[in-house]
């Protein structure tokens, strides 16, 4: 061979290959995207496992961390993964491992940690060469077999080693851990389940294949978090989410109300939704109190020790604890969605969505044939013992020949293969046996031995043979495992209760208020403000005004009114009680809170009661009946509700008593008319319909009441009596009429008072 000149050979780094880069960044950028899919971050349908935990387990399993075993250092643990299995920073190792070990993180840990492996808070764990670790009996579990023959085995990434392609255990890793990761064009995300509903649905599948999904959906209730909360979603939201295999589950925050005496009480929170840090849940709760975005909530502490207690203190004892919850529920991460998205590898190594129904065919397929690898696996190893059996036996019945050959020929063991029809393993395993083998009681065990062994053959011929009989040993076994974690167990009782609730309602602002008692006073050159506490209304109006001014309106309300103020224009305005300024001065000018139109004249301000209907009456004799609530308006601009025509004005804004059944109305003229209630339209806008008619003059007032009761008017004077026109029939008429003269004795105003 001829030798090569390196100071003119080229250099294979400088070789150029001209290629366009739209085609060679897809091909580079494809076998990246299929690397990340297929063995970095989808879990396995089989076992659940990504690539860097299955390596975790396998090596701590060669260094024999049995859960009966003493701890050794993670950082053994991690070098010893990395050097072998897993070429990738020993940081990112950790990470998976402290996660295998956190019981708020796994439902059922895979690896049991000694000292700081982190806390619910979001602290980070210690450094791995302070940590400990050994398996848990799960990973016993889900490693069971695998020195069966059971899964196949590759080399490492060096060749030197061999590590499982996968787990062939019976513990349903998949499922009842969950999983999460991004690839590249896709993810997963898998929460954690209850390993005895998994069980119970599994083993209505091995024995009905086409069963429907809701009598899958009868026994498996949906997630099993590790923190525990309450699932809120209805069962058809959950069904769903299982048929596609892609949703999403509301959990909220276990919460109780604890008495703290003298009517006071307090929120407690002992369990959190799954995947959230408590300490930043603190932060979220407290920077609502410190910036007053929730009012209604004075104060929240956190009492955690092990177990979780939240304290979250109201403003007053008077604030709904349900109110205050659903606040946080919809503000916090009290309350959360966990996603559901079963995109998995399949034992081809597909990625795919698989639906739970397909997720538990493919798992429970993967245990039969590992059920049935093993058998096969068993009965080999029967054969072999077995033939070494018989040859023992043969050379027991010959023992003195056998004997003899030994001692006699220079190469025995083709002498006794060709004498005996033995086979070479036979002939092997007799020259290795020891001389106190040779006693007459070896001979018996032997025996039965053989007479065991080809029972126990018989049998695995039988189960290789019959399906039937693999469902039903996998069903007994998997009946072994969940009696082993079944919902009686510490670690198998289910954590996450189900109980339905609708969505988060939306809060009215006014419910963040806290509910105080005012007294609200309008001048007559509109200036507003609100006394604090209910003060009679006629120091109210005796109150200090500027010079000129007076009282113009004063009546008791609470912060969480809202109040319309109406001009004679018809327009309706919205002013929130709580926005008041202040009794101690004389208020502030109501037009710095709305936009009244130029020299709009108020004719009303009143509270805007949830649910009260309005009367609403014009000068010309025009009106309708309003819901409250309609007039309100969301804006400084206000809301048209009247329409009143030129020249006219609003005249009557009264609400109406519960139990009314009619309408009187007055004119300037004197002349009363009354007429049933249900004859005035009910709009949220217009004119109205004629409730009076006039020859000169207009409308002076309207008021709804009852029929029975009669009308009741105050007498002048200081008396303060008050007169009552009990028989009513003679001004009882249609509505839009002209009507006849009022009582005697009724108010020379024309007011109905």
């Not at 009681?441 to 025996?447: G, V």
């Not at 400084?636 to 309408?663: C, H, Y």
Request: neutral net charge; hydrophobic residues 40%.
């Amino acid at each position: 061979m001829a030798d090569i000149d390196l100071a003119t050979a080229p250099d294979p780094l400088d070789h150029i290959v001209e290629a366009p880069l739209d085609s060679a960044l897809s091909e580079r950028y494809l076998v990246y995207a299929l690397s990340t899919i297929t063995a970095r971050s989808l879990p396995d349908v089989r076992d659940g496992l990504k690539p860097v935990h299955r390596r975790l387990l396998w090596g701590m399993r060669l260094l024999r961390l049995d859960p009966t075993s003493a701890y050794k250092k993670c950082a053994r643990v991690v070098g010893d993964v990395m050097g072998k299995y897993h070429p990738h920073g020993d940081q990112s190792i950790y990470d998976a491992m402290v996660r295998l070990a956190q019981p708020f993180a796994l439902r059922y840990p895979l690896v049991d940690g000694q000292g700081n492996f982190g806390n619910i808070d979001g602290d980070n764990a210690a450094a791995m060469r302070y940590t400990e670790a050994r398996l848990t009996a799960a990973a016993n579990e889900l490693m069971a077999g695998l020195d069966e023959g059971t899964v196949e085995f590759r080399p490492t990434y060096n060749g030197e080693e061999e590590e499982p392609e996968v787990f062939p255990g019976l513990f349903p890793n998949l499922l009842a851990n969950g999983a999460s990761g991004i690839a590249v064009g896709m993810a997963t995300s898998i929460p954690p389940h209850n390993l005895a509903e998994i069980i119970d649905a599994a083993t209505l599948l091995i024995d009905d294949p086409h069963l429907d999904d809701a009598a899958l959906m009868g026994v498996f209730r949906g997630p099993d978090l590790p923190t525990g909360g309450v699932l809120v979603d209805p069962p058809a939201s959950i069904a769903a989410a299982y048929r596609s295999g892609r949703g999403s589950f509301r959990v909220r925050a276990r919460w109780t109300v604890q008495e703290l005496g003298r009517g006071t009480w307090a929120a407690v929170v002992s369990e959190i939704p799954y995947g959230v840090q408590k300490g930043k849940l603190i932060e979220q709760i407290a920077a609502l109190v410190d910036e007053r975005k929730l009012p209604i909530l004075a104060e929240v502490r956190d009492e955690s020790d092990e177990a979780i207690r939240i304290v979250l203190e109201p403003r007053s004892r008077a604030v709904d604890p349900q109110l205050l919850m659903d606040s946080l529920f919809k503000l916090t991460d009290l309350e959360v969605r966990v996603p559901l998205n079963l995109n998995v590898l399949d034992a081809q190594r597909r990625p795919g969505v698989m639906s739970l129904k397909e997720a538990l065919l493919a798992w429970a397929a993967f245990q039969v044939e590992t059920l049935v690898r093993r058998a096969q696996h068993r009965a080999a190893r029967i054969d072999e013992r077995l033939e070494l059996l018989a040859g023992y036996l043969t050379a027991y019945l010959n023992l003195d020949r056998v004997i003899a050959i030994i001692r006699e020929e220079d190469e025995p063991k083709p002498v006794l293969a060709a004498e005996f029809a033995l086979t070479d393993r036979q002939a092997e395993a007799i020259l290795n046996m020891r001389l106190r083998s040779l006693r007459r009681l070896e001979e018996m065990q032997l025996r039965k031995e053989r007479a065991g062994l080809e029972k126990e053959r018989a049998e695995l011929t039988k189960l290789l043979e019959s399906p039937q009989r693999q469902r039903t040993r996998l069903k007994k076994d998997l009946a072994a495992l969940r009696a082993r974690y079944g919902p009686d167990t510490a670690l198998g009782a289910r954590r996450t209760t189900l109980e339905e609730a609708g969505p988060t309602r939306e809060i009215p602002p006014e419910a963040w208020i806290e509910r105080e008692p005012v007294t609200v006073i309008l001048s007559q050159r509109g200036w507003i403000r609100a006394m604090r506490g209910h003060v009679p209304l006629g120091e109210a109006e005796a109150a200090k005004f500027k010079e000129g001014d007076g009282p113009l309106f004063a009546f008791h309300a609470h912060t969480t009114d809202k109040l319309l103020l109406a001009t004679a224009g018809g327009r309706f305005y919205t002013l929130h009680a709580d926005k008041l300024p202040g009794g101690r001065s004389f208020g502030e000018p109501v037009r710095l809170m709305v936009d009244l139109e130029g020299e709009a004249e108020i004719i009303a301000l009143c509270k805007a009661r949830p649910g009260a209907k309005l009367l609403l009456a014009s000068t010309d004799g025009r009106g309708f009946v309003t819901n409250a609530g309609d007039a309100l308006a969301e804006t400084r601009k206000g809301k048209q509700v009247v329409n009143v025509k030129e020249g006219e004005r609003l005249r009557v804004i009264r609400e109406v008593p519960e139990g009314a059944d009619s309408v009187a109305a007055i004119g300037e003229n004197r002349k009363l008319v009354l007429f049933p209630l249900a004859e005035v339209p009910e709009l949220t806008r217009g004119a109205g319909a004629p409730l009076q008619r006039y020859r000169d003059g207009g409308l002076s007032d309207a008021v709804a009441l009852r029929f029975a009761d009669g009308l009741s008017w105050t007498m002048g004077g200081a008396s303060g009596r008050t007169r009552t026109e009990a028989d009513l029939t003679a001004w009882r008429t249609a509505r839009g009429a002209a009507g006849r003269m009022a009582p005697n004795g009724f108010p020379r105003d024309n007011r109905f008072g």
